[in-house]
C-alpha cells in the first residue's frame, strides 16, 4: 500500500520540483506557465479524456450513474456549506464567500487527477475526471460567477445616489444576466466541457471509433500530467525572485 501511494506520489513531487527548477534556472517564466495551462486545458486534457471515455462500453457509462450523483452532492454540498458558513458565521461579503466555497469544493481534478487517479485506474480514470470536470464548470463555477456580478451591482449602487438608483435597477439585473448567460456560453465552448460530452453520447449511442484514431489522440494527452505538474512548479518561484542568471525585470 505504502509502494503504491509513492508511486503516485512521488512523481509529483518530482516533476513539480523541476517546474521550480526550471523557473529559477530561468529557462521558464511565469508567464509561460499560463501557456503551458492553456495548451493542457484546450489541447492535452480533452483530447485524454475523450480517448479514455470511448475505450469504455456503454455498460459501464451507466454503470458510473452513481459516481455522478455523489460528485454532484459532495461538490455542490460543500459549496453550499463554505458559503453560507462564510456569509452567515463569519460574515464575509458575498464575493469573497463564492471564492472560498468554490476554493474548496473543487478540487484540481484537470491537473492532479491524470497524474494521482491514472496510476491507480490507467485509462478509466478518465470516467470520474470527466465527470468531475463537467460537475466543476456547470455547476459551482457559474455559480461563483453570479455571486460575484451580484455583489459587483451591488456595491455599484451603494455607490451611488439615492436618487438615481430607482430609475436603474433593472439595468444591473440585465447586465448580470446577460454577463452569466455569457460566461456559461464561453464555458460549454470549452473543449473541457464538450469534449467528454460528445466521448458520453457517442459511448451511449454505441458508435464505434477505431482504435487507431484513439490511439492518435492519446498521443497529446498523455503530456496532460507532466505538462500540468511542471507548469504548477514554475510557479513556485516568488514573483520577485531572480532567476539564475537573469535579471529581475525579465522574470517579472
Not at 497524474?115 to 470516467?127: D, E, M, P, V
Not at 438615481?164 to 446577460?178: D, M, T
Amino acid at each position: 500500500m505504502a509502494y503504491s501511494i509513492a508511486g503516485a506520489l512521488l512523481p509529483i513531487a518530482v516533476t513539480l520540483l523541476l517546474g521550480f527548477v526550471g523557473a529559477w534556472r530561468g529557462d521558464f517564466r511565469r508567464e509561460d506557465a499560463s501557456i503551458l495551462n492553456r495548451l493542457v486545458l484546450t489541447y492535452a486534457l480533452p483530447l485524454v479524456l475523450f480517448a479514455g471515455t470511448m475505450n469504455t462500453t456503454r455498460a459501464n457509462l451507466i454503470h458510473d450513474v452513481p459516481l455522478l450523483i455523489v460528485l454532484c452532492i459532495a461538490i455542490i454540498g460543500m459549496y453550499g456549506v463554505v458559503f453560507l458558513s462564510s456569509r452567515v458565521v463569519f460574515a464575509v461579503s458575498t464575493s469573497t464567500s463564492a471564492l472560498a466555497a468554490l476554493a474548496a469544493s473543487a478540487p484540481a481534478v484537470p491537473f492532479m487527477g491524470p497524474a494521482i487517479l491514472g496510476h491507480f485506474f490507467g485509462q478509466t480514470s478518465a470516467i470520474p475526471i470527466a465527470i468531475a470536470s463537467l460537475v466543476i464548470n456547470l455547476t459551482v463555477v457559474p455559480a461563483t460567477i453570479l455571486f460575484l456580478s451580484l455583489d459587483s451591482v451591488s456595491g455599484s449602487r451603494h455607490g451611488k445616489h439615492p436618487a438615481a438608483q430607482g430609475g436603474e435597477s433593472v439595468v444591473p439585473r440585465r447586465k448580470v444576466l446577460s454577463a452569466i448567460a455569457g460566461k456559461l456560453g464561453e464555458t460549454v465552448q470549452q473543449p473541457l466541457v464538450w469534449a467528454p460530452v460528445v466521448a458520453f453520447a457517442v459511448v451511449l449511442s454505441d458508435v464505434a471509433i477505431p482504435p487507431l484514431l484513439l490511439d492518435a489522440l492519446s498521443l497529446l494527452g498523455h503530456a496532460t500530467a507532466g505538462v500540468s505538474l511542471f507548469a504548477a512548479g514554475s510557479c513556485l518561484l516568488p514573483i520577485g525572485s531572480t532567476p539564475v542568471g537573469r535579471s529581475c525585470s525579465w522574470c517579472c
